[in-house]
């Protein structure tokens, strides 16, 4: 299982990355969460303690309103009329005058000294044995069963106010009032009274009125004397019934097993003991809430963290494992970045390598490129696109000037000494400097002679072109005192026909009187005679005829009608002319005589009968050119079809042949590499590549097949390596050369 998995892990970027990722993401929630809980348990503990804080602010306001109290009825037992009537008997004249001053001075006493929350009162004179009680005097009997309806025996509360101990107690009346029982006496002579004052429960249940946030809750308040009197009770948790001991024993807050939280608070003075008990749920609401909101927000955490971690794991481990699956391509595919490091570093230095190659041979590419180009020997412009590709010619859709430059107009070519050519290689130079600075990029040179310089220019303006030109001729003559003479072709905006503005160029300079420093092309037109046909046309007419193209042919044709009919006006004797070289190029290309052809017959004759309309003359040429293009190209097709069955049972017989490509086979067919790739694509349909590796392919699977070894294998089929033969299978095939043997 371990293996499985580590395995996985090892041929998955994207997993890798997703545990990696994880991992970071998990030990920042664990900080997190650890420092949550730091804090939570702080945050708790402050909790408990601002509830705790508030229930003992409420104990103590209930002890001192207490004690108010006691002090309250102490004042009164001891007032001066009540300790009049301790040895007065009921047969006194005096004894009801006494009794009535005694009653209003008590509850005058009352009536500014009571709070606003004590019920009612009143006192029992032990001496007397009498209550008290709403501005009358009654028996302990009356009191308690007529008056009251309390049901409760006078003896009960009658032996606590006569107990020797005289200090405050609770008590209940009628089985719920409560009342707070303060006796009191004078010094030596015994006890005069004791008051009673009756507790409000509002006033106890206002006290504690901040738990009524709570939900539910148990508040008990209990006579130390007497554990099993409860003075007030709010239970909430119905505790009352059943209440633990030992939770009476132990002062301050504390957790009991069943998720409740008690504060135990006494009063030594009032002999009280107050119990609040809160179910810890209720306790820490708040702190609960926070709790999940937290909880909630670190699942959030992490599912939103999952996400993007996956997202950003497959997005950088799929090129990950692209690169291994392109670099081994085997079934035990191995993404560790060491190893994919490597082999990029290797592919890296190849690269390179290539690149440096490429670069040494760009010179002679680019010169072949302005050669083939100059000389209109490129066929089609994705040919002419590619081969400046591959010089690293960077070609532009702007418009294009050819400009020659000679240098020493007056001395003869056939007669230049070596201190001429020293000096125009130095002319030159200086020239290409002085054109850089002027702003005019000339896109090549070419030398057509030691002392002609064919410069190329990016124009779009002539005109600014022309002035450059003259400001280069002054500078040479005043600069050096050398003469010079410009001759400029036409712009073209089609780079294919730069070959004309070049040829335009020389004739324009060949013409150029010695007063002249720039000379443009056609504008002495009028002055010549001569026919247009100069030998790169000628080159590009047989070279089209040779190839079968029909277009180009027809673009030839039509250029010589134009300069020779439109811009010339040639007389029948130049017209003659310009047929013979014509007839001369289709008498080699077609390999008979004039005499023997028919065809070339009729054109010579409609030569010879010019009269100024050279339409019949021309329509006959192109049918007889457009008949001679179609047998080339039927020929063509056949001897190609012949050659690629033959390339092909040369590849059958020589795939194991690890220097097999297309140089090998197309130095053994005297062909050229690319026409080769060409032929081959069209006749079979695919590349020469991808079919020479379909073919050791197949060869493998049928040795594979015999029990033949992998390893063994790239050898036998002509690959350099393992990794090269299980790439090419696995790209053919769709599985690598294990599992394809299974």
Known sequence: MFETITKHVRENSVVRFLLSHLIILLAALLICAVGFRSAFVIVRSDVLDSTMFAMTQAVSSVNNGLTEL????????????????????????????????????????????????????????????????????????????????????????????????????????????????????????????????????????????????????????????????????????GLAENLPGEWLTKQGTWSSGSNLVLHLAGSDALGLSYLLVLPEQQAMRQLNTLRNQMLFLIFAAVVL??????????????????????????????????????????????????????????????????HNLLKSNFVSRPEMEYMAQRAGIELTDKTYCAA??????????????????????????????????????????????????????EIQDQEKLLGVLHRVAAWLHEQYHVEAHWGVGTPCDDLMQFWKSAEEAAA??????????????????????????????????????RAGDAKA?????????????????????????LNRRIVEILSAQTGVIVEENADLMALNELAFDYKGDCEPYFERLNTLCQALCSEVTRQKNARRSENVKAIEEYIRKNYHNPNLGLAMVSAEFNLSEGYLSAIFKKE????????????????????????????????????????????????????SPSEYRG
Not at 149 to 163: F, M, V
Not at 409 to 428: C, F, R, S
Request: a negative charge; aromatic letters at 12%; hydrophobic letters at 35%.
């Open 553 to 577: 042919v027809e673009d030839v044709l039509s250029l010589l009608q134009t300069e020779n009919f439109v811009r010339r006006s040639l007389n029948r004797s130049r017209m003659r002319q």
């Open 404 to 457: 020659v430059l000679r240098l020493f107009p007056g001395i003869d070519i056939d007669a230049i000494d070596g201190q001429t050519v020293e000096d125009a290689k130095v002319l030159q130079q200086a020239i290409s400097a002085y054109v850089d600075e002027l702003c005019v990029r000339p896109v090549h040179n070419y030398k057509r002679n030691t002392l002609e310089t064919l410069y190329m220019f």
């Open 508 to 545: 324009a300079q060949h013409d150029a009187d010695g007063g002249t420093a720039v000379q443009v092309y056609g504008s002495q037109l009028g002055a010549r005679d001569g026919y247009y046909f100069p030998y790169v046309v000628e080159e590009r007419l047989t070279q089209s005829l």
């Open 70 to 237: 006691r002090t309250l009825g102490m004042q009164t037992a001891r007032s001066d009329s009540l300790y009049r009537l301790e040895n007065l008997s009921h047969s006194d004249d005096a004894y009801y005058p006494r009794i009535i001053r005694a009653i209003d001075e008590y509850y005058q006493r009352l009536s500014y000294y009571a709070p606003n929350w004590m019920g009612n009162t009143f006192i029992y004179l032990n001496g007397l044995d009498r209550v008290i009680y709403n501005h009358s005097i009654y028996t302990p009997s009356l009191f308690s069963s007529q008056l009251q309806q309390w049901g409760d025996d006078p003896a009960i509360w009658q032996e606590r106010c006569t107990d020797e101990n005289q200090s405050p107690y609770f008590c209940t009346m009628g089985g719920q009032d409560l009342y707070y029982g303060i006796p009191s006496s004078r010094l030596m002579s015994g006890k005069i009274a004791t008051v009673f004052f009756r507790i409000e429960p509002d006033w106890l249940e206002d006290k504690f009125s901040f738990l009524t946030e709570y939900d539910g809750y148990s508040l008990f308040v209990l006579d130390d004397d007497n554990a099993e009197t409860c003075l007030y009770t709010h239970d909430d948790l």
């Open 684 to 735: 079979t349909g695919t590349n020469f590549a991808e079919y020479l590796e379909q073919l050791r392919v197949k060869a493998a699977c049928v040795l594979l097949q015999d029990g033949c070894k992998v390893s063994d294998l790239p050898e036998r089929l002509g690959y350099n390596s393992i990794q090269s033969f299980r790439r090419a299978f696995k790209r053919v095939m769709g599985v």
């Open 305 to 370: 963290g999952t996400a993007v971690s996956l997202y950003f794991s497959v997005r950088r481990g799929r090129p990950v494992n692209e690169i291994a699956r392109a670099l081994q391509a085997d079934g035990a595919v191995n993404t560790d970045l060491n190893l994919i490091s490597s082999a990029v570093s290797q592919l890296v230095q190849d690269n390179t390598h290539l690149l440096q190659e490429q670069a040494a041979d760009r010179p002679a590419l680019q010169t072949a490129f302005y």
